[in-house]
């Protein structure tokens, strides 16, 4: 199993920054991919961004150029540097991470998610 805690939410002016951070713990074997996914109120989850072991990214249009996200695979970590942040951004930031994990009969993949934590941009 595998758990995630996430840090760095809160309330920020139109075009502020905030970074958030996402560790991963747990019987993890390794790692093939973390991202964060957000969820606007009364709206679908979906996705922000996403990297893989490989550091291959990929972005949601929405955030090309003002979102960055990066990776510390020592420490199972994974980070979301937003810039230039606008109202439509707010929402609940999840943290995912697909893994393979180990267990006593062997090991398997599977996706795990963060609680979540909040981010608001003010107008």
């Known amino acids: 199993q595998v758990q995630l805690v996430e840090s760095g939410g809160g309330l920020v002016q139109a075009g502020g920054s905030l970074r958030l951070s996402c560790t991963a713990s747990?019987?993890?074997?390794?790692?093939?991919?973390m991202g964060w996914y957000r969820q606007a109120p009364g709206k679908q989850r979906e996705l922000v961004a996403t990297i893989t072991s490989g550091d291959s990214t990929n972005y949601a249009d929405s955030v090309m150029g003002r979102f960055t996200i990066s990776r510390d695979n020592a420490k199972n970590t994974v980070s979301l540097q937003m810039n230039s942040l606008k109202p439509e951004d707010t929402g609940v930031y999840y943290c995912h991470c697909n893994a393979k994990v180990l267990a006593s009969f062997g090991i398997y993949v599977n996706d795990n998610w963060g609680q979540g934590t909040q981010v608001t941009v003010s107008p």
């Open positions: 747990g019987n993890i074997f390794s790692i093939n991919a």
